[in-house]
């Protein structure tokens, strides 16, 4: 994808790319085009927190929810990008084991409190819950 955006515009360096991504009010059935730059994401799964989709950011989990099905993410690329080191880089694995064999990519999730809370908490990402 950053290969793809960068031929797209002229002058950027694909050394530059950085992946960036933004978390969409909708899931997948309210979907039914895609984005002009970038990929859609659905399916994934939220452990360790909770999504509040009306401030859309990390809350604490409900009681004896262990996993949460994360609305539709956006994953696009911009050139040279500073991240917001408020946002909390949440890892992505294929599968509930977490191991560098199932480490995917992170994608930056807002948050109220402090990035360290969630490392703490040991919130991530998953594409299967089995």
Known sequence: MRQEITRANKGWA????????????????????????????YGLYLEGAGWDKRNMRLIESKPKVLFELMPVIRIYAENNSVRDPRFYSCPIYKKPVRTDLNYIAAVDLRTAQAPEHWVLRGVALLCDVK
């Open 14 to 41: 694909l050394d530059n790319m950085v992946l960036c991504n933004e978390v969409t009010k909708w899931m997948k059935d309210d979907i039914s085009a895609p984005p002009t730059e970038g990929v859609y994401v």
